[in-house]
């Protein structure tokens, strides 16, 4: 998917986002923040778009948000200022390809329903893997291909409107594992229908 369009795409489902596609993805949104709150620490959230699960950090995390769409991150810088929301310590306009962060700087790395829409997903989870410390973990939730029956041919259909619908409807699971440095600790379905995948990786 082109940067391009990622831009366009998201400029125009920023206003409706949180009704829409947000609230569709809240279930693995929520289920990804309680575990991070449970591990504390550093945490760069990666796509952060409109700042939905912001809402939700507590405890001790110090939560970093970057997003590539003006559009989106006003949104969340919104919702942070109105709601005080002390976890979060920045929203910062950024490419995830080139992430400006030292290496081995956070404790955990969320990436929530991002991976299936940024240009290079491969250079992306890259740029993921050197940030992480060693021992840190990257929490996932994505919409990731399957590889049969009726909800794969409807995926395979609709894979040629990636630029209009703003996500690839055929995504991989390969292409988030490439890096030799991060290992699957969790791996779990859940709602609707199984279509999304719950996926914790360990850097060793």
């Given at each position: 998917?082109?940067?391009?369009?990622?831009?366009?795409?998201?400029?125009?489902?920023?206003?409706?986002?949180?009704?829409?596609?947000?609230?569709?993805t809240n279930k693995g949104r929520w289920k990804a923040v309680d575990y991070i709150?449970?591990?504390?620490?550093?945490?760069?959230?990666?796509?952060?778009?409109?700042?939905?699960?912001?809402?939700?950090?507590?405890?001790?995390?110090?939560?970093?948000?970057?997003?590539?769409?003006?559009?989106?991150?006003?949104?969340?810088?919104?919702?942070?200022?109105?709601?005080?929301?002390?976890?979060?310590?920045?929203?910062?306009?950024?490419?995830?390809?080139?992430?400006?962060?030292?290496?081995?700087?956070?404790?955990?790395?969320?990436?929530?329903?991002?991976?299936?829409?940024?240009?290079?997903?491969?250079?992306?989870?890259?740029?993921i893997a050197r940030v992480l410390k060693p021992g840190g973990e990257v929490v996932?939730?994505?919409?990731?291909?399957?590889?049969?029956?009726?909800?794969?041919?409807?995926?395979?259909?609709?894979?040629?409107?990636?630029?209009?619908?703003?996500?690839?409807?055929?995504?991989?699971?390969?292409?988030?594992?490439?890096?030799?440095?991060?290992?699957?600790?969790?791996?779990?379905?859940?709602?609707?229908?199984?279509?999304?995948?719950?996926?914790?990786?360990?850097?060793?």
């Open positions: 998917m082109e940067i391009s369009a990622v831009k366009s795409s998201y400029a125009r489902w920023a206003l409706f986002y949180d009704r829409t596609f947000g609230a569709v709150n449970k591990r504390g620490g550093r945490v760069l959230e990666v796509g952060v778009g409109t700042g939905l699960a912001l809402l939700k950090y507590e405890g001790d995390v110090e939560v970093i948000g970057i997003d590539y769409s003006a559009e989106m991150l006003q949104k969340a810088r919104e919702k942070t200022a109105k709601r005080a929301l002390s976890p979060v310590k920045e929203l910062i306009e950024m490419d995830a390809r080139e992430l400006d962060f030292p290496d081995n700087y956070f404790d955990t790395v969320a990436a929530m329903h991002i991976l299936s829409v940024a240009p290079e997903p491969e250079r992306v989870m890259a740029e996932i939730t994505n919409h990731f291909a399957r590889e049969s029956g009726f909800l794969a041919f409807i995926e395979k259909l609709t894979a040629p409107l990636e630029n209009v619908l703003g996500w690839h409807s055929d995504f991989q699971m390969s292409r988030v594992l490439e890096q030799d440095c991060l290992s699957v600790q969790t791996q779990k379905s859940f709602p609707p229908l199984g279509m999304m995948t719950f996926l914790v990786l360990k850097k060793t």
